[in-house]
């Protein structure tokens, strides 16, 4: 059974950061692409940076370029997502979702095959 737990979620001021975690269970890193996901009030979901352990490699979408940083812990099957300098346009419900055989970049939501219950990242002054 797969299970993708996310944490680390709140409400933060903008400028502020917050750490998100994504603890993977059933799978392993070293064979998924890991991918964070966000869908703020009325707007479609949309991709916000992956990473393959495997690969060395991770992307993210220009809006997260520079502020966010997605990592790996292969002993802890855990996915991070530092977010640095938040914008109250980084406000939304955030996903992780794990894909086999998933390239990198590749932030099409149809490619992933699991994913997290999400969790609520609120940046308000």
């Known amino acids: 059974q797969v299970q993708l737990v996310e944490s680390g979620g709140g409400l933060v001021q903008p400028g502020g950061s917050l750490r998100l975690s994504c603890v993977a269970s059933?799978?392993?890193?070293?064979?998924?692409?890991i991918g964070w996901f966000r869908q703020a009030p009325g707007k479609e979901r949309e991709g916000v940076a992956c990473?393959?352990?495997?690969?060395?490699?991770?992307y993210y979408v220009d809006s997260a370029n520079g502020r966010f940083t997605i990592s790996g812990d292969n002993a802890k099957n855990t996915v991070y997502l530092q977010m640095n300098n938040l914008k109250p346009e980084d406000t939304a419900v955030y996903y992780c979702?794990?894909?086999?055989?998933?390239?990198?970049?590749?932030?099409?939501?149809?490619?992933?095959?699991?994913w997290g219950q999400g969790i609520q990242v609120t940046v308000s002054s």
């Open positions: 979702a794990a894909g086999d055989w998933v390239t990198i970049p590749t932030m099409t939501s149809s490619e992933y095959d699991y």
């Open positions: 059933g799978i392993t890193l070293d064979s998924y692409t």
């Open positions: 990473i393959s352990v495997s690969a060395g490699t991770t």
